[in-house]
């Protein structure tokens, strides 16, 4: 028997989120206000911007803790850039959907990556090693939805109603915190988000074995599929 022909789905996220009605309803209004000298690609590519600004204002935030702000700025910005440059892709029938979907994610990893260590770098001394864990543990998540889109052609990024805009919202928050406590609560607060990152990441990887597993002994019964 033929096999089934390949579609790509790397654009169409599995699931949903929170906010994930109230972010349809504002692209849909806004995302043909976008300067037509602002292209799909731009957006992407600004990530690289909000990632070094993040780097920046971690290391002013470790002089003065006001800083974390321009930390919640570039957040805010990223999210933004990231919501809209598919959404323009899409409006205007640029076609980069390969592209946007590699070039996306690879920045994604990398401004998550930047903010750990921002983190890093504002806090007290000796805690390096849960931020090592902090950083191994974000690429995991990212690194179990590429390899499970790889395996169903299904790109899950939402787990329990909570996708990338609630852990950026949950950024901002933290850092609302961090200005008005201090840095010293990185002695309790970072150890205990390591053990809950481990716990989920955990518990996200045993289910997606056990889903895999299902699947390859499915298509062992009945090899046609």
């Not at 602002?38 to 002089?63: D, K, N, P, Q």
């Not at 702000?69 to 899409?90: E, H, P």
């Not at 994604?108 to 090693?129: H, K, N, R, T």
Request: glycine letters at 12%; hydrophobic letters at 50%.
């Amino acid at each position: 028997m033929a096999s089934k022909p390949y579609r790509f789905a790397g654009d169409q996220k599995v699931g949903r989120s929170i906010l994930g009605r109230a972010e349809k309803r504002l692209v849909g209004r806004y995302v043909d206000r976008i300067p037509p000298g602002i292209e799909t690609y731009h957006l992407t590519l600004m990530t690289l911007a909000w990632s070094g600004g993040v780097l920046l204002f971690g290391y002013l935030s470790s002089r003065w803790v006001g800083w974390i702000w321009g930390i919640s700025l570039m957040v805010a910005l990223q999210y933004l850039t990231d919501l809209f440059d598919g959404a323009v892709g899409r409006h205007r029938g640029t076609g980069l959907i390969k592209w946007g979907f590699y070039m996306d994610h690879l920045l994604d990893f990398f401004f998550s990556g930047c903010l750990v260590i921002g983190y890093a770098l504002m806090a007290p001394e000796g805690m390096q090693f849960y931020f090592l864990g902090l950083l191994l543990c974000s690429g995991g998540f990212l690194v179990n939805s590429f390899l499970n889109f790889a395996c169903t052609n299904r790109f899950e990024i939402y787990y329990y109603g909570l996708g990338p805009t609630e852990v950026r919202l949950g950024y901002i928050l933290i850092n609302a915190v961090i200005f008005f406590w201090g840095v010293s609560i990185f002695r309790f607060w970072v150890p205990l988000f390591l053990a809950i990152h481990i716990i989920l990441l955990t518990v996200l990887a045993y289910q997606t074995h056990r889903r895999l597993w299902r699947m390859d002994m499915e298509q062992k019964t009945d090899p046609s599929d």
